[in-house]
């Protein structure tokens, strides 16, 4: 369970370092994203700062499990959050973007129960 905890929560860290570091940076692509779900631009940065926080406490969370644990929570509220304005906005976002939404939600789980067991 070691294992997976370690692996999940640096996969977790890879894919939000990058989602949040685009919108803290303004990138083109992010912001093309934040227009069609109808989100304002300090709601994106605020949301990218907090993407920006889990990385840290996952990654932390590698050497003090309970961090990592509160971490991992952290990003099954983001992408709970994420799903809900996916599907609010409709359209081309929520064909495209639950289903990843919905497989990092997955995998945040996991990397929870993991961290829960090694608790």
């Not at 109808?38 to 590698?62: D, H, N, P, R, T």
Request: charged share 10%; aromatic share 2%; glycine share 16%.
């Amino acid at each position: 369970m070691e294992v997976l905890r370690i692996v999940l929560s640096a996969v977790l860290a890879l894919l939000l370092l990058s989602t949040g570091g685009g919108k803290l940076a303004g990138i083109e692509s992010s912001r093309t994203i934040r227009d069609s779900l109808g989100i304002g631009a300090g709601s994106w940065k605020a949301i990218g700062a907090a993407e920006v926080l889990v990385v840290i406490g996952l990654l932390v969370g590698i050497w003090v499990v309970p961090v990592g644990l509160a971490a991992t929570l952290g990003v099954i509220v983001l992408m709970v959050g994420a799903i809900a304005a996916r599907v609010r906005a409709g359209g081309a976002q929520r064909r495209a973007g639950v289903a990843g939404d919905a497989a990092v939600l997955v995998v945040a789980v996991v990397a929870a129960v993991a961290c829960a067991v090694g608790l």
